[in-house]
T-cell receptor, first 115, second 109 residues
């Protein structure tokens, strides 16, 4: 079945460590996105990519990095520079770039906890 | 950046009743979308309404859009316990899709 796969579902990190969250899609979508969700809050955009080898910062990019070497993959690295990384991270993709956007398809999320 | 703000923040109703959630936003949009999120899960797209549309239906869902008031509403008719979830509006303009904080709906059987 087509969809978006995020891994791992749960991740624990010690302070000072970098961690990478995986996001893979087989929907043949051009655009991919990373959002962060804190308890009881909405989603905040971290990074997005509309095409391979190109990506843009969202509202809260500081302390995060991404790459888009393949159309299917958009991994997110949470670096030690991110001061409060404990959160629920959601990856999404869409068929067209957001300026003309259709619906977003979401993965099931990765919950990161800093110990 | 533009942002949808849902109202109310939380809503509790009996099964069979209708649930209405509202969304307000600040700037012009191309379209507005509603999503549902079950606890601890990803979001699922429910419905998209374009800026030149005023009303749209999908099953038990009815969405309205008033661009003059910069507001939208989502109506769920004949609610079921399985409708218990958080509902988010998301606006699409010249920047990537921006989500509000959501309405937590509880449907009591």
């Amino acid at each position: 079945d087509g969809g978006i796969t995020q891994s791992p579902k749960y991740l624990f990190r010690k302070e000072g460590q970098n961690v990478t969250l995986s996001c893979e899609q087989n929907l043949n979508h051009d655009a991919m996105y990373w959002y962060r969700q804190d308890p009881g809050q909405g989603l905040r955009l971290i990074y997005y990519s509309q095409i391979v080898n190109d990506f843009q910062k969202g509202d809260i990019a500081e302390g995060y990095s991404v790459s888009r070497e393949k159309k299917e993959s958009f991994p997110l690295t949470v670096t030690s520079a991110q001061k409060n990384p404990t959160a629920f991270y959601l990856c999404a993709s869409s068929m067209v770039p957001l300026e003309g956007a259709g619906e977003l398809f979401f993965g099931e999320g990765s919950r990161l906890t800093v110990l | 950046s533009q942002q949808g703000e849902e109202d109310p923040q939380a809503l509790s109703i009996q099964e069979g009743e209708n649930a209405t959630m509202n969304c307000s936003y600040k700037t012009s949009i191309n379209n507005l979308q509603w999503y549902r999120q079950n606890s601890g899960r990803g979001l699922v797209h429910l419905i998209l309404i374009r800026s030149n549309e005023r009303e749209k239906h999908s099953g038990r869902l009815r969405v309205t859009l008033d661009t003059s008031k910069k507001s939208s509403s989502l109506l769920i008719t004949a609610s079921r316990a399985a409708d218990t979830a958080s509902y988010f509006c998301a606006t699409v303009g010249n920047t990537p899709l921006v989500f509000g904080k959501g309405t937590r709906l509880s449907v009591i059987a």
